[in-house]
């Protein structure tokens, strides 16, 4: 597609919202179709690797290191991608990243051997971290004034995609357990395909406009180490118990769902597209009530909310209650990050937007560090409820880091906060 450097953003109407999809920016539409595809196979991943691990006789206590080792990586290479996605352009910077994961998952998936898996999680680290920090500057820059839509947008696909995918993830080991020896191998064969499905969202990213940036000579590390911005701090302050709450029980669930509340995989994969509904009903009316309340307000009672929905989720060893919970938990947290994403994108200094979003990468995946090592230890010594007590207590935290923050200037005021954009 032509160089489109210099193509001026498309203004947008802040009254509707619910404008037609066909009328959003070309490079919205293509980077939608590529969130489709990566997160159908992130879905299937996120359903089966676990118990594919646990089938080949790998300890929990390893699970939790090789969960470990991806955010780790992610939390170091994500101000060095922040720094080359501005200097080289967010289409690289997609595709780049994409090929890598896809071709990490695939190695993961393709051989039991310890030291490949360890190797390859790390490798998905070092990339991963680029799908979050290039997406709030690029739908930014492709958004026009209404960020808001155009998040939700993305979101409603991430979550629509992903929670299908939980559900394939979730009905194919039993559908296909007749064809091959054991279930080691119908994990793997089914990991693979996942792998094999990431990658081919590789093409759309090669659809988008080159954007290689006019002023790359003026960046520099300043606004992501030594002239960090005091938003940005704050951010990532309270995006490290973001991270922390929600990987607690979000990377544990399918052990939780099986082992936990001894039910199986299928009901698993069925919560996980019950999941569906919520969470675009709340992305659709979310917005809708920012204009009344404001992006803060509606960003913290989500934060208290997840954490009493966290403490349900492991209260009780029934399926149906602790599921619903779950629901629950992923759908107000769904939103929570949306609204969230708005909120620093539009608080922050245009010159401070990646650094930003690298710092809530990097927090991010520092709480999901934690939460792994903490989460392996717990799972081997079946002490499940602990791991919905330190989901529910985290965003709580949260919440109330937000109110110390940002709630002098913000919680008083009943319109959206403006920032230099």
């Keep these: 597609m032509a160089n489109k450097k210099n193509k001026p953003v498309r203004k947008t109407d802040k009254n509707n919202w619910f404008k037609p999809v066909r009328s959003l920016d070309n490079n919205i539409k293509i980077y939608f179709l590529a969130v489709l595809l990566t997160n159908l196979g992130f879905g299937i991943i996120s359903a ?36 080359l996605a501005e200097r080289f352009g967010n289409r690289k910077a997609f595709i780049l990243v994409n090929i890598v994961v896809g071709i ?20 998905l680290g070092t990339v991963q971290a680029g799908y979050f920090i ?23 696909i991430f979550f629509t995609a992903l929670s299908a995918g939980n559900w394939i993830g979730g009905i194919l080991p039993a559908a296909l357990a007749p064809f091959f020896p054991d279930e080691t191998i119908v994990f793997r064969v089914i990991l693979v395909a996942a792998a094999l499905l990431i990658l081919s969202a590789t093409i ?26 005091a938003n940005t701090v704050r951010f990532a302050g309270i995006q490290f118990f973001v991270g922390l709450g929600l990987a607690a029980l979000m990377l544990f669930m399918n052990i939780i769902f099986v082992f936990y509340y001894s039910s199986n995989l299928e009901a698993f994969g069925l919560m996980s597209v019950i999941l569906i509904i919520p969470s675009i009903f709340l992305l659709v009316v979310g917005p809708l009530l920012t204009k009344r309340f404001n992006n803060f307000r509606i960003v913290l009672l989500t934060r208290v909310l997840g954490g009493i929905f966290a403490l349900l989720t492991i209260l009780t060893t029934n399926p149906v209650i602790g599921g619903s ?32 979003s690298a710092w809530l990468e990097i927090t ?58």
């Design 48 to 83: 089966d690797f676990n118990l594919y691990i646990l089938s080949m006789g790998i300890s929990p206590d390893f699970l939790g290191i090789v969960l470990a080792l991806t955010p780790l990586a992610q939390a170091f290479a994500a101000i060095p991608l922040g720094f």
């Design 104 to 123: 990490s998952y695939f190695l993961r998936a393709i051989t039991p051997n310890r030291a490949l898996i360890l190797f390859a999680s790390f490798l």
């Design 134 to 156: 290039v997406k709030m500057p690029f739908i930014s820059r492709y958004s026009g004034e209404n960020k808001d839509r155009e998040f939700t947008y993305s979101s409603i």
């Design 204 to 229: 759309p990213f090669y659809l988008l406009d080159k954007d290689d940036p006019g002023d790359s000579q003026n960046i520099s590390l300043s606004p992501y180490l030594k002239g960090m911005d």
């Design 325 to 356: 919970a779950y629901i629950m938990f992923r759908a107000v947290l769904g939103l929570s990050g949306t609204l969230w994403l708005s909120f620093a994108s539009t608080v922050a200094t245009r010159r401070s937007r990646t650094a930003t």
């Design 364 to 421: 991010y995946q520092v709480g999901f560090v934690v939460a792994s090592i903490l989460g392996g230890f717990l799972i081997a010594r079946e002490s499940y409820p602990a791991l919905g007590i330190i989901s529910g207590l985290s965003f709580l935290t949260a919440g109330l880091l937000m109110v110390l923050f940002f709630g002098r200037k913000y919680f008083p005021k009943s319109a959206a906060p403006s920032g230099d954009s």
